[in-house]
């Protein structure tokens, strides 16, 4: 029933809006193809405040600090990760002094009963949730950041708001992402790291091209000169959409 009241309420909005704005493409597509309201319809990226970003200078240390902001929960989840790590691990003993995860955020019970029994909750650094201009600080100094994808079919047309701030602490990204092209051509143009959620080879590649990166202190690494995202050109875009549909309106009335 809840499939059939969103359905409808879909259509509703196909036929009295002036204007939809989605977050994605992807979903911008759904909607055109369901409903073939397309004149209507148009994405905008919401983007961060690059003046919010923490600008703490990195430096490279003796252990390669990969870190994860955000709340982990359900689906979205490192386990993934954490199983590819271990074999990668188990293939290359010599790194396990050289890596670190840092978690900053909320962890579900089920999250984190899985993280305690990890074979490497040595190298789990849960930090819990961190005061923001501290959280932003340890995302500027990290050495990679994690970003998680929740594993269902609705993450399929989404794009995670952290994905925004990440951009602006200019740190390799390491995406984990479900099924996602769009969420992955933005990354791959910006030059960051992309692997599969479900893939364990997948990320195990990731994990030691990143090693390798670390290991020459990111000079190989050159993130590309695709601009981020600003909430600046979002609230932009919305006026502009606003305006172009109050002019629709008045041509239609006349």
């Known amino acids: 029933r809840s499939k059939w009241l969103y359905r409808r309420l879909e259509r509703l909005v196909a036929q009295r809006a002036n204007r939809v704005v989605f977050l994605t493409n992807s979903a911008c597509q759904s909607f055109t193809q369901r409903t073939g309201a397309a004149g209507k319809v148009s994405a905008v990226y919401p983007g961060a405040d690059p003046d919010r970003v923490s600008h703490a200078p990195y430096h490279k240390g003796k252990v390669c600090r990969l870190a994860h902001f955000g709340s982990l929960a359900g689906s979205r989840n490192l386990q993934g990760f954490f199983q590819a790590l271990d074999q990668v691990l188990r293939n290359h003993p010599g790194w396990r002094e050289q890596v670190e995860i840092h978690l900053y955020g909320h962890t579900d019970r089920s999250t984190r009963d899985w993280l305690v029994q990890s074979p490497l909750a040595a190298l789990i650094h849960n930090h819990g949730r961190r005061p923001r201009q501290e959280a932003r600080t340890a995302m500027a100094q990290s050495d990679v ?72 202190g990111f000079r190989r690494w050159q993130p590309a000169a695709t601009p981020a995202f600003t909430v600046e050109e979002a609230v932009k875009h919305l006026i502009r959409t606003a305006q172009e549909a109050a002019g629709s309106s008045q041509q239609a009335a006349h």
Do not use: C
């Open 145 to 216: 950041l994690l970003l998680a994808h929740n594993m269902d079919t609705f993450s399929v047309g989404t794009i995670p708001f952290k994905l925004y701030e990440y951009l602006f602490a200019f740190r390799p990204i390491f995406a984990l992402i479900y099924k996602n092209q769009e969420l992955r051509t933005i990354l791959q143009e910006r030059g960051h790291f992309v692997a599969e959620a479900g893939d364990t080879l997948d990320i195990e590649r990731g994990i030691g091209q990143i090693m390798d990166y670390w290991h020459d």
